[in-house]
């Protein structure tokens, strides 16, 4: 088994390098969307919310808010931490499970919070996806992340600059996508020959 864990800040592109890395092989695992899909599905989850913010956290269907749930996190560090250590052994059950099913094959995970949660130790390389502080910012308010919530949230990761220095590899997505999926060439050969 060969893990890549992928790494960057929000906006930058780990989901699109990730994409690019399961059209050349790989085996793909977003963590976001095991959240979005599953976690936030379960009654465990679903009730500790209930517990911790009420129907606060509850749209009218009775789904978890993510929005909701998201202004309460990236306003309070307490309520992010607790959030996390609700979710993440959950993330990481659903990662062992994904790789008990391909246990000689080359796995691609996405991992926002790669360095600050200490996971680098179970990975074979780490690979940070960056662009500029300024595109960050303008992809966010695309996605229709207003500009100073972007901010919030990006202040509550490690600092890019950080991730870059931490990482084994470094993808530059600031160009046209062909130069992107030309440095994931390169990875998947570097990684290759590793």
């Known amino acids: ?26 085996r793909r695992v977003d963590s976001d969307a095991i959240v979005r899909d599953r976690v936030l599905h379960e009654p465990g989850v679903k ?32 309520d992010r931490r607790w959030m996390e250590d609700l979710v993440h052994p959950r993330v990481f059950a659903a990662w062992e499970e ?5 246990p000689s094959d080359r796995w691609a995970v996405e991992v926002p919070l790669l360095f ?18 300024e595109q960050q910012l303008a992809r966010l308010e695309e996605r ?15 600092p890019l600059a950080q991730k870059i220095d931490r ?7 600031d160009g046209a996508p062909a130069f992107l999926e030309a440095q994931v060439d390169r990875l998947v050969r570097s990684l290759a020959a590793a």
């Open 144 to 158: 229709g992340i207003p500009r100073a919530l972007a901010g919030r949230r990006i202040s509550k990761q490690l």
């Open 1 to 26: 088994m060969f893990r890549v864990g992928i790494t960057g800040g929000m906006g930058c592109g780990k989901s699109t390098v990730a994409r690019l890395l399961e059209s050349r092989g790989f």
């Open 167 to 173: 990482s084994d590899f470094v993808l530059w997505n």
């Open 98 to 102: 994904a790789f008990a099913g391909g």
């Open 47 to 78: 009730d500790a919310l209930r517990r911790r913010w009420g129907q606060a956290a509850f749209n009218l269907a009775g789904d978890v808010d993510r929005g909701a749930v998201a202004g309460r996190v990236f306003n309070d560090d307490e």
């Open 116 to 133: 600050e949660r200490g996971l680098e130790k179970g990975f074979d390389f780490t690979v940070c996806v960056a662009l500029s502080p």
